[in-house]
């Protein structure tokens, strides 16, 4: 067996990251081209900068040979967990222009094609060891190219090693079909240039369980330290760490720290291939326990990409909705299931508006539609024929001079046009499914309530904040169950409301679902989700019995979004415009719609995360800054935090802030508060939650 000596990082070998890639997912898109370019110093894939938006560079000049195995037809390999790092990189196309004729998942049934190379990309699990070496037992492919997530330890490699040896040799010995082994440390799913996650389920109840045991603790600590380092390794530079003193945080820091100290290459600034990477300014990892802010994943939220999340069905950037029939669809009317793939850096609507309120989005997307279409018209309208031959690429009969030339080149543009006209239309169609659930469930009213008790609104007057949230929670026309157990739970979490209080309003949710039932009862599907989200809540009122939840302090930190062309009269106004073209809606609902939606423009407060980051930055005294424990890999032992008060710091350029435990896009959002021209902020969490994912697993430690 071929055993290639462990990289420094992702990758033994090829393209090195270009300056002006510095994102992780670009970072990332780096290391898997090389990695089905087998590895070798091919440039990313045989595809361009342009393919995939990130500006890849070769880092040396490419040779004949190298080019011959970029384009060489490849098959490519992979377990569950690896293709989900996979699918938001790489279209079925773009896996074509880098040879990937066939995708395969390791453990389904497959046929030999012995002409051809394989390239795997799994995790170093037992499971996944064994059914390698059957495969290259067998003789299914050519070659095999072995790539692991992340590092191969040596007592598997062994364990590896005497399975393929000890294989009967037919048709072949299994040791000639290893080509290479390598460790890609590539550990983590990369939603967006500066999103990602380390696809942990269940992350929030595997280290508060009082069931898990310490090696369990320890496990998942590790697990998540090897994510983090893939991170760190993908970019190439070493962090500094903060987090906070005990609790999970430390104890991924602290092992993280070892990691990065303990690698050779990578501590001594090195890239992803040995190339240095010279840097005035180091990045910050900000490493936080979901605990200390129990109420960003469960609130509700106000803007365009965190709603998608909450209220549609929407994973890995893939979002499914439903529209139903209109009144006057007729008979043959039936409802219809839509699903849309999202990209953040390649669509130029969604990224410029994923983080706005949701009425602006809507507003936006209104206006552009309407621009693209009358630009369309135009074009159109000067062709001879009616506008067909434009669209079918026809020969246009213009008048002679710089017309002529002006209307060619209006022609040429159609089709790009056409194509942002028709990503218009699909957000349309979201927003118009977001929309119906966000009119339907008076998703507003939740939302602003929950954001004046999370800020402190009511911290002097509890007995109106229990009047505001039983009237909201026992109004049959308002919210289904989900929501009003959400906005129970921000209740007990933000404010110092009695436990009798606290019930008082969870027997009032019960009682008016049973009311609104009527004689047939609760329905099994709502009792199911109450029941959860009581248990959830039951689990929060443990954690307040043992004074485990953070004091909440009023928040005078906003951000006032304003939206273009609108006076002070509400959001009716510029809903109205949408309304009139959005004729697959009920016309009673748009209504309703267009009196509630306007709502959700106005000020939105730094969350807990957004804060830390901005002191930890900031260097702000009497802050996180002088608590937080700080580790630097290059410096053996702790840092004195006070001892750097004195000292003249590097501002920070780059920050990743990690939530173990889970994240969600609010909090993903919320961040971007404490970005600037000159700092980014990326962020990463265990795993991505929305907010019945978080409440059910709160429910499972009750």
């Avoid at 590790?222 to 070493?238: H, K, P, R, T």
């Avoid at 840097?279 to 979901?290: A, F, K, M, N």
């Avoid at 469960?298 to 029939?325: C, E, G, M």
């Amino acid at each position: 067996m071929s055993v290639m000596p462990m990289p420094s990082a992702p990758g033994s070998g090829g393209a090195a990251l270009s300056p002006s890639s510095s994102s992780l997912k670009g970072a990332q898109l780096a290391a898997v081209s090389r990695m089905l370019a087998l590895n070798s110093d091919a440039d990313s894939g045989g595809a361009s900068a342009a393919d995939d938006s990130y500006n890849l560079s070769s880092g040396t000049a490419s040779t004949a040979g190298s080019s011959a195995i970029v384009q060489q037809w490849k098959i490519l390999i992979y377990d569950t967990a690896c293709r989900s790092i996979i699918s938001p990189l790489l279209s079925v196309s773009q896996l074509r222009n880098r040879g990937v004729t066939l995708h395969l998942l390791l453990h389904s049934e497959r046929e030999p094609i012995p002409d051809v190379p394989a390239v795997y990309f799994v995790e170093p699990t037992r499971e996944n060891l064994a059914r390698i070496a059957q495969d290259c037992a067998k003789g299914l492919y050519a070659r095999s190219h072995l790539n692991f997530v992340r590092k191969l330890d040596r007592g598997l490699m062994e364990e590896f090693a005497r399975l393929v040896v000890q294989s009967p040799p037919s048709p072949r010995p299994a040791l000639q079909s290893i080509a290479s082994v390598h460790d890609q440390y590539l550990d983590y799913v990369c939603l967006e240039r500066n999103l990602f996650s380390l696809n942990k389920k269940d992350s929030y109840v595997t280290y508060n369980s009082h069931n898990v045991t310490e090696q369990g603790i320890e496990d998942a600590m590790n697990q998540i330290a090897y994510g983090l380092f893939s991170v760190v390794a993908s970019q190439g530079q070493v962090p500094v760490i903060r987090c906070p003193r005990g609790g999970a945080p430390e104890m991924v820091a602290r092992k993280l720290n070892r990691m990065i100290a303990e690698h050779p290459t990578l501590i001594r600034g090195k890239g992803l291939t040995g190339t240095t990477l010279q840097s005035h300014h180091r990045p910050l990892l900000v490493i936080l326990d979901r605990n200390a802010d129990l109420i960003t994943p469960i609130q509700h939220a106000s803007t365009y990409q965190a709603l998608i999340d909450d209220v549609l069905d929407h994973s890995a950037n893939r979002v499914i909705f439903t529209v139903k029939p209109t009144p006057d669809g007729g008979r043959s009317a039936k409802a219809v299931k839509k699903r849309y793939d999202l990209d953040a850096d390649d669509d130029p609507f969604y990224s410029r508006h994923k983080f706005n309120p949701f009425p602006e989005a809507i507003e936006s997307n209104g206006a552009e539609l309407q621009d693209v279409t009358t630009r369309e018209s135009e074009i159109r309208s000067k062709t001879t024929d009616g506008g067909k031959a434009a669209a079918a690429v026809a020969v246009v009969v213009a008048p002679e001079g710089s017309s002529a030339t002006e209307l060619a080149t209006a022609v040429d543009s159609l089709p790009a046009l056409l194509e942002r006209k028709k990503q218009l239309e699909v957000h349309t169609s979201i927003l118009q499914a977001v929309m119906n659930e966000v009119a339907t469930r008076d998703v507003p009213q939740f939302y602003e309530l929950e954001s004046a008790l999370s800020t402190g609104s009511y911290r002097n007057d509890l007995a109106k904040a229990k009047s505001e949230v039983l009237g909201l929670v026992t109004d049959a026309s308002k919210g289904n169950v989900h929501d009003k157990i959400r906005l129970l739970m921000v209740y007990a979490l933000a404010t110092a409301a009695k436990t009798a209080d606290v019930d008082e309003v969870a027997s009032s949710i019960r009682s008016s679902l049973e009311s609104t039932a009527g004689s047939s009862g609760v329905d099994k599907e709502t009792q199911a989700k109450l029941d959860m989200g009581l248990n959830a809540l039951g689990y929060v009122k443990k954690l307040r019995s043992m004074q485990m939840i953070p004091t909440m302090t009023a928040s005078e930190d906003f951000t006032t979004y304003e939206s273009k062309g609108r006076g002070g009269g509400g959001g009716g106004d510029m809903l109205s415009s949408f309304m009139a073209r959005a004729s697959t809606q009920a016309s009673g609902l748009l209504a309703k719609a267009t009196d509630k939606v306007g709502t959700m423009l106005g000020k939105i407060h730094k969350q807990h995360a957004t804060k830390v980051v901005e002191n930890l930055c900031e260097f702000k005294p009497a802050s996180e800054d002088e608590e937080f424990l700080y580790l630097d890999p290059k410096v053996k032992g702790d840092v004195d935090v006070v001892a750097l008060r004195n000292m003249n710091r590097s501002p920070i350029r780059q920050v990743i802030c990690f939530m173990i435990g889970g994240g969600c896009y609010g909090e993903y959002q919320n961040l971007q508060m404490a970005a600037t021209d000159r700092r980014s902020i990326s962020y990463g969490s265990t795993e991505l939650v929305n907010p019945s994912v978080f409440l059910s697993q709160l429910g499972k430690l009750s």
